[in-house]
Every structure is written in C-alpha cells, then in structure tokens.
C-alpha cells in the first residue's frame, strides 16, 4: 500500500500559493535486516542485493574510478537522523531553517514525513553497516550537509524563505552539490528564489531537483524543477521504464533514474522501501558526486553536461531525447565518469540570469522616455502694431463722430422744437383770453 508525500500550503510569494510535497509515495514495506559485518559476501547480502540501481546504472563500475571523497552534498530535507550507523562519518555539518528542528540538522522535522531526510541521503552518500553489507549510497565517500526544512504546521517560518536560507547555507558551507527533493507542484516561484538559485550557480554548486510524482497530486514539473539551470529528474521502474505514479512529465526534465522499488534507512535505523522521484534526485546527486570527484577540475556546467550527454536511451522512449518523459535518457554513472566528453561554456539546463533579465526586468536599466515626433508648423502672421492703451471713461474718435456729435444734434434739434412748440401753445393760449370786442 503506497503512501503519499506530505502535502501543505506554501506561505510564500503571490507567484506561489500552492501545495508543497516532499516527492515521495513510499509504501510501508520493511527490508530484511542486513547481516552484521561477519556476514557473508555482499552478493548474498539481502540490502546490497535489493538495490538494483548500483549494477544497472554503472555505478558499481564508477566505483573503481572514485567514490565521491572530496565532495559535500547539501540534502535539503526532513533533516538527516544522528542514529544510524549508515550516516556514521558521513554528516560533517548542518542547520535548520525551519524554526523547530536543532540547530545541526540532525534532528527530523514533520510528524508525517520525518523519515524522509534520511531515506534520501541514505540513497545518496550512505555508508552501509560493514564493507559489504547494509544500505550504502551511491557517493558512500561523500559528505553530507544535513539542512531541515519543515512543510505547513511543521514550520514557524515560510517555505519561502526557508528555501532560500537552505541553499545559501549550504553554498557558504561548502556544497559542491544540493539535493532537492521537494516540489511546489507549480511551475512558478517567488522571485526571493531568484538570488538565492544564482548565488549557488554563481559558487559553481550543482542543484539536483525532483520532478514530483503524479501519485502526490503532481501531473506536471512544478518548482524548483522548473527553474533554469537546475539538473531536474524524473523516475523510471526497475525495467527503465517510465513510472506512472513515481514521477511526472515537463519540457524541464534533464535525465531519467530508478524511482520504484528503493531502499531507504529510516530515522531509526530501520530500512524501508519506497517509491519517488525523492529517490530518483539523490541517486543522480550521488552520481554528481562521484563526476566532481573524479574530475574536480571541471565547473558545474560541465559536471551536468557529462550526466546529459552520457545518458542512454530508455527502452520505453519514442525520441531520443525525449524531453517529456525522460530527458537525455538513464543516468549512467559509468560513462558519465569515464567517458570523453567535449567541454561547455554554458549550462545546457539553461541559465536563471537571462531569465531574470527577461521575465524580471531585473536588469533593463531605467531608459529615458522617447521624444515626440517633430512637426512642422507653418509661420503665423506678422502681428499688427498694438494700439495706445486709452482710458475707458474718456470718448474716443469713433464715439465722438458717431455717438456724441449725432446725439448733441439730436438733442439740440428736440430742444429747439419743443421750445416753439411751447412758445406756440403760450400764444394760443393768450389769444383765447383776450376780450371779445
């Protein structure tokens, strides 16, 4: 019966109100015990039998190359457990940046998925319980960073920033590879990841990611898988076959690993099997490891350009590459050692720099508005001469000729009529009182 990836809601960024999941539907299956050390050889040794990945994915032979000595891998997680002997030697530091956990990182965080931490860097660094016996990682001479993070109610801090003080740690701790087995089930993510992400591509840190599975709620690639630069996995069955519910599809995914069937150490030192892409990031983080061993001196653009261009086809592939499902093919860690691989000046993951540049405007500079287009307009007319300022209460030419003179004329003629006129109706009135003789 499988189980699913813890599931809680982001407090992060406008850009990301989502659910976040810890990349993992592990069924509660107990492995058999490994024997003590006095044991017999490690071909007859139940755990190094059960993981498959060692042999069918070159690592086995890689391992007479290297075996990671030399390199950090920061899990940012659950945190990974102080008891079992398989993380004995290999956790040279950490911290957490949940708020609940101790300050080393060692103490696991969440009430569901506390055990997931360990299951992961088991699976990349882990150191077995002898020689030739009990689970060991893929980079078993590799460090660890133990960097605990908590989802939802098991943090007092957003996942937000949480993230971006993990991956800062780690870089100033010295990483020389992250492993991420977490996802937003989003494509986007708050621009605060934007700094954080390049600080660690500009400190030459490899960022392995998992694609998430469909089985937790995630049918396609959500961040951080989905930021350029990152190396994202996605999750094959034991046959190299795609897995319906331990992982998912995107355009982002870089290679292909085993994500059924795993073998994880618990925090209390028991093994378990469990399915995901959450195992998936770790083996290829692992394998990381043991290419930044092998040739340390070589930048992180071309420690991911050796795990692409050596990965092989999957049986299950219709292209090669095919870019949906498995990416540049298997991982194999072989080749990815020991082959010849031409040198890159760029990451063919892509680059988060020109994606801020572009989608962020973060580094247009504030340009100056462009002029309006230039008309012509024709010359006015010259303007005539402005007449004497005169005052108001006093007449001038035209009111004098066409106002005062005709109104005194009139005015004069009224009067001279109305004076005969007075004087005639005097006389009449004289001449109707004299006598009458």
């Given amino acids: 019966m499988t189980r699913r990836g813890i599931a809680a809601v982001a407090a992060a960024a406008a850009s990301v109100a989502a659910a976040l999941t810890l990349v993992a539907a592990a069924p509660a299956t107990a492995v058999p015990t490994a024997p003590t050390p006095t044991a017999p050889a490690a071909e007859e040794d139940p755990v190094r039998a059960a993981e498959y990945w060692l042999a069918d994915y070159g690592i086995e032979t890689a391992w007479q190359t290297t075996r990671g000595a030399g390199v950090t891998i920061a899990v940012i997680d659950t945190g990974i457990a102080k008891g079992p002997v398989e993380f004995t030697g290999a956790v040279v530091g950490g911290t957490d940046v949940s708020g609940v956990g101790s300050g080393d990182g060692r103490t696991p ?41 908590g989802f939802g109610s098991a943090a007092t801090r957003s996942f937000t920033d949480q993230i971006a003080e993990a991956i800062r740690w780690s870089v100033d701790h010295g990483a020389d590879v992250i492993n991420m087995s977490l996802t937003t089930n989003v494509p986007d993510w708050p621009e605060s990841w934007d700094d954080a992400f390049l600080y660690a591509f500009e400190n ?42 331990a992982s998912t599809q995107g355009i982002t995914i870089g290679v ?34 043991l290419v930044r061993s092998a040739h340390p001196d070589l930048d992180a653009n071309n420690v991911i350009n050796r795990i692409l261009e050596t990965a092989r ?31 890159v000046t760029e990451n063919p993951m892509g680059s988060l720099a020109e994606w801020v540049r572009v989608y962020r405007r973060a580094d247009n500079p504030s340009l100056p508005p462009e002029p309006a287009p230039t008309v012509e307009v024709p010359p006015l007319p010259r303007a005539e001469p402005a007449a004497p300022a005169e005052s108001p209460l006093l007449p001038d030419r035209t009111t004098l000729l066409y106002g005062t003179l005709p109104l005194s004329v009139l005015t004069a003629a009224a009067i001279l009529v109305a004076l005969g006129v007075t004087a005639a109706v005097r006389r009449i009135r004289l001449a109707s009182r004299a006598p009458s003789r």
């Fill in 109 to 149: 965080v969440g009430a569901i998925d506390a055990d997931h931490g360990s299951w992961v860097a088991s699976l990349a660094a882990g150191r077995g319980t002898g020689p030739d016996t009990g689970m060991i990682g893929v980079a078993p001479e590799a460090d660890l960073l133990s960097v605990s993070v």
């Fill in 256 to 289: 292909a690993a085993p994500s059924e069937k795993l073998i994880g150490v618990s925090r209390d030192g028991r093994l378990v099997e469990w399915d995901g892409t959450s195992g998936a990031a770790p083996i290829v983080a692992g394998i990381v490891a």
């Fill in 204 to 245: 030459d840190v490899v960022i392995v990611v998992a694609a998430g599975n469909r089985a937790s709620g995630t049918t396609g690639v959500g961040a951080p898988a989905t930021i350029p630069g990152v190396l994202t996995v996605a999750g094959v069955d034991p046959q190299g076959r795609a897995s319906v519910d």
């Fill in 313 to 343: 086809p999957a049986p299950g592939a219709t292209t090669a590459p095919d870019p949906l499902l498995y990416g540049q093919g298997l991982v194999d860690a072989a080749a990815a050692v020991s082959a010849s691989v031409p040198a």
